[in-house]
């Protein structure tokens, strides 16, 4: 099982979660509630940096616990549940960034950055300027294409392994570098060398 | 760009900046790039943006805290929780 991170209420152990699951493919609908929670608020803010709209993700993550929901009597376990319930999401998100893409009005990301406060550590006449440069760095991030804001968001705001991030992409840990890589590129050549060293230093 | 470096030195540094801010390379692919940056402007000010592009999106800290909507499971609920499973036309992965 994954080590629990930001905000996750993951079940006490292993067996726990094996045990929950095992219930859900029986058909129990709250052994599943519970075992979706664990990883429900993660999720949730990886929908909401995938999309950028709160009532979209919000939207998308019922539409992903009904899925997995519906799917879970064919989860075999030979990835954690996590892993799956993760891919399915990651699915559901590039489907909705789709149909977005396909409406004139599309929804625009730059309020997400606007809401983005200033890092509190950071010393008072730098705030504005990284505020800046953060809300530059989240317009960047919406701008990529699908495919390349994922392996962002799960490698490098998730924080997930190269190993998990791949699996629940479902490419190879090579292909999910490669990919990685060229994210990077996109989001460097976005904000430019000069702004991020000095951020840097 | 090195003098005396292969030739292929620069555009495959270029390819495997990622990899080398993350320790994701073997030794000799290690000592190569770094020999290679130490010589050429670009790929060092290259190594330099990309530790911080990454350090600062590590540092995104905008959904700390983040809680899923209390309503994330309605549609479960809404569907007669049992009645529907197994059957939606774009299931979930088989298995995974």
Known sequence: MTPPLRGQRAPDSAATEAGLVARARAGDVDAFEQVASAHADRLFAVLL?????RSEAEDVAQEVMLRAWQGIARF????SFFTWLYRIAVNEASRALEKRSRRPDSVSLDAVA???PADP???PFRQAENRELRAALVKALAGLPPPYRTAIVLRDVEGLSTQEAAEIVGISQAAFKSRLHQARLRVRAAIGDAALITAGA | MSHFGRADDHQWSQQHLSHYI???LGRRARRRLGRHAR???DCGRGILAMRALVHMIQGLDGLEGVRAPAGIFDR???GGAGGERGGAPSAPPKNA
Not at chain 1, 49 to 53: A, F, K, P, S
């Open chain 1, 121 to 123: 550590r950071d010393e």
């Open chain 2, 22 to 24: 993350e320790g994701d």
């Open chain 1, 49 to 53: 940096r995938l999309l950028g709209d």
């Open chain 1, 114 to 116: 606007q809401q983005l």
């Open chain 1, 76 to 79: 075999r376990g030979r990835s």
């Open chain 2, 76 to 78: 479960i609920r809404a």
């Open chain 2, 39 to 41: 010589d050429c402007a």
